[in-house]
T-cell receptor, first 114, second 115 residues
Framework: AQTVTQSQPEMSVQEAETVTLSCTYD???????LFWYKQPPSRQMILVIR??????QNATENRFSVNFQKAAKSFSLKISDSQLGDAAMYFC???????????FGQGTTLQVKP | DAGITQSPRHKVTETGTPVTLRCHQTENHRYMYWYRQDPGHGLRLIHYSYGVKDTDKGEVSDGYSVSRSKTEDFLLTLESATSSQTSVYFC??????????????FGPGTRLLVL
């Protein structure tokens, strides 16, 4: 079975600085997708970024980018120029192309200090 | 927000009573999902649907049932609520092919308290 691990329960960053959130996963599949979701205090789950496993190029969305290391099964999220609105819980998730199921990590709470 | 609504948004109920949560989508997506979120566990899949009247179990399905009689509605029922089912429940749809294919989009969540 696939597993997703986020080893940092909490992180903090100074406003305007850069922070990296870690995620590792375990799978024997070749067809999968990886996601980062943001959950602010409103509890809404917001898609941040998506990566297809078959693409070597790292995904980017404005200030958000990933470092996808397929062989190491690592999928970290980098937030550049951190803003107060980035404060939230961030979830890494693995989508199995075989089962169609999405598996979440435990989450990392990010604090942004002014 | 992918046109997903959940009702009710908040509910307090007593142990042993039946509870039904509703998820409604407006964009004709085939796949729909129910998750629960608990501290330290992230989101865990309860049940999912891959079409009208087609459903299957997820990781934490015990004590829950689902039904999907129309494409737009996916109901989650707790037949006899227990305190361990106190949680935040999220519904999600799965987008089709294209740039955001295989991506799940979530409703706003329902906070359920079982006393």
């Amino acid at each position: 079975a696939q597993t997703v691990t986020q080893s940092q329960p909490e992180m903090s960053v100074q406003e305007a600085e850069t922070v990296t959130l870690s995620c590792t996963y375990d799978t024997s599949e070749s067809d999968y997708y990886l996601f980062w979701y943001k959950q602010p205090p409103s509890r809404q789950m917001i898609l941040v970024i998506r990566q297809e496993a078959y693409k070597q190029q790292n995904a980017t969305e404005n200030r958000f980018s990933v470092n996808f290391q397929k062989a190491a099964k690592s999928f970290s999220l980098k937030i550049s120029d951190s803003q107060l609105g980035d404060a939230a819980m961030y979830f890494c998730a693995y989508f199995s192309g075989n089962t169609g199921k999405l598996i979440f990590g435990q989450g990392t709470t990010l604090q942004v200090k002014p | 927000d992918a046109g997903i609504t959940q009702s009710p948004r908040h509910k307090v109920t007593e142990t042993g009573t039946p509870v039904t949560l509703r998820c409604h989508q407006t964009e004709n997506h085939r796949y729909m999902y129910w998750y629960r979120q608990d501290p330290g566990h992230g989101l865990r899949l309860i049940h999912y649907s891959y079409g009208v009247k087609d459903t299957d179990k997820g990781e934490v399905s015990d004590g829950y049932s689902v039904s999907r009689s129309k494409t737009e509605d996916f109901l989650l029922t707790l037949e006899s609520a227990t305190s361990s089912q106190t949680s935040v429940y999220f519904c999600a749809i799965r987008a089709g092919t294209g740039r955001f294919g295989e991506t799940q989009y979530f409703g706003p969540g329902t906070r359920l308290l079982v006393l």
